[in-house]
C-alpha cells in the first residue's frame, strides 16, 4: 500500500488526465502530444517507472485473489492505431492470467442483437477477486454506432424507442449501471487514449510500409478517418455524461506510447491502492487447523 507522500505523488502526477465531472469538459483541452513536462531522457526513467509499476500490480492482484471482495474492470477505448492494445500488453505483463479476464468486443453476433444493448457486455463482468479488462466496451454504443446509423437499425430496437434523445437515454443508462456496480464492489476505471489525427495516419502508413505489420492495416481505417469529427464530439459527449468520482475516466494522451502506458499504469495503481488490499487474517479456527496440518506433516516418515 503506497504511503501518503506517494498518494499524493500519484494525485498530482494524474491529476491532468482524470475526469471525474462533465461540467466544461472539452476534448480540445486535452493535449495528445503531451508528455507532463518530460522530455526524450526521461523515457529511460518511465520504463523504470513502468517496471516498478507492473511489479506492484502483480502483488496487489495476488491480494485482491486472495481478498475475494472487490472486482476491478479496466475499460479501454481508442481511435485505431492509438495503441490499445500494446498499451494492455505492457501493463499487464506481471499479473496472473488466472485473475484476469480480456474481452474484445468486435460486431456483435445475432444473439447478442437478440438482447438489449448492455447484455453482452454485463455477461462478461469480472468475478470478485479478478481483474476484467473491456477492450472497448458498452461505449461502442454511443461512439460507433451513433456515428453509423445503420448499426442500431441492426439492433431491431422498437421504432418508438429510436427518438432524439436516444443517445443521452444510454448515456444515462450506461451511468446508472456503472453506479449500480460500483455499489456492489466493481471498481471501474476508464481509458480514452487520445491519439491525435496526424500520429495515427504517421502509424497507419508504418504500417503499410513494413510487410510485418500489414497485417494490422484494414481498409475501413482509412474510411473512418473521414468520420474523425464525428468520433471526437460522440467521445466528449461520452466522457462528460459519465464521469464520475466512482468510475472516472482518463484521457491519456496518446501520441508517446512510452507515456500513455506511463500513465495507464499509473491510474491502475492509484486505483488498486485505494482499495487498501490485504490478504486475510487467519481467525482462531483457521489457526488451529494450519497447525493441526503442519504437525501431521512432520510426522509423515521420509
Not at 442500431?152 to 437515454?169: M, S
Not at 510500409?209 to 473512418?224: G, I, L, M
Amino acid at each position: 500500500m503506497a504511503s501518503n507522500g506517494n498518494r499524493s505523488r500519484l494525485d498530482r502526477f494524474l491529476a491532468p488526465y482524470r475526469i471525474t465531472g462533465g461540467k466544461g469538459f472539452r476534448l480540445k483541452d486535452h493535449d495528445p502530444t503531451d508528455i507532463h513536462g518530460l522530455d526524450s531522457e526521461h523515457k529511460d526513467e518511465a520504463t523504470q517507472m513502468l517496471a516498478r509499476g507492473v511489479e506492484w500490480l502483480s502483488d496487489a492482484q495476488a491480494k485482491l485473489f486472495a481478498q475475494n471482495t472487490w472486482s476491478v474492470l479496466l475499460i479501454f477505448q481508442a481511435m485505431d492505431a492509438a495503441g490499445k492494445d500494446g498499451t494492455i500488453g505492457h501493463v499487464m505483463s506481471g499479473v496472473n492470467p488466472q485473475g484476469c479476464q480480456v474481452f474484445s468486443f468486435k460486431h456483435p453476433l445475432a444473439e447478442e442483437l437478440d438482447h438489449d444493448f448492455l447484455w453482452r457486455y454485463l455477461k462478461n463482468l469480472p468475478e470478485r477477486g479478478r481483474i476484467g479488462i473491456f477492450n472497448r466496451s458498452w461505449y461502442e454504443e454511443v461512439l460507433i454506432v451513433r456515428v453509423h446509423r445503420a448499426i442500431l437499425e441492426a439492433q431491431r430496437l422498437p421504432p418508438e424507442l429510436v427518438g432524439k434523445r436516444i443517445w443521452q437515454e444510454r448515456l444515462e443508462d450506461i451511468a446508472s449501471i456503472e453506479r449500480y456496480l460500483s455499489r456492489n464492489g466493481v471498481r471501474i476505471v476508464k481509458f480514452f487514449l487520445n491519439v491525435s489525427r496526424d500520429e495515427q495516419k504517421r502509424r497507419f502508413l508504418d504500417r503499410l510500409d513494413h510487410p510485418d505489420k500489414n497485417w494490422k492495416f484494414s481498409v475501413a481505417d482509412v474510411t473512418e478517418r473521414g468520420f474523425w469529427d464525428d468520433y471526437m464530439s460522440a467521445y466528449e459527449q461520452a466522457i462528460g455524461a459519465t464521469a464520475t468520482e466512482h468510475s472516472p475516466w482518463y484521457v491519456v494522451p496518446a501520441d508517446n506510447k512510452w507515456f500513455t502506458r506511463l500513465v495507464v499504469s499509473t491510474a491502475i495503481v492509484h486505483a488498486m491502492d485505494q482499495l487498501d488490499l490485504a490478504y486475510p487474517e487467519s481467525g482462531a479456527d483457521r489457526k488451529r487447523e494450519v497447525a493441526t496440518a503442519r504437525r501431521q506433516l512432520l510426522r509423515e516418515h521420509k
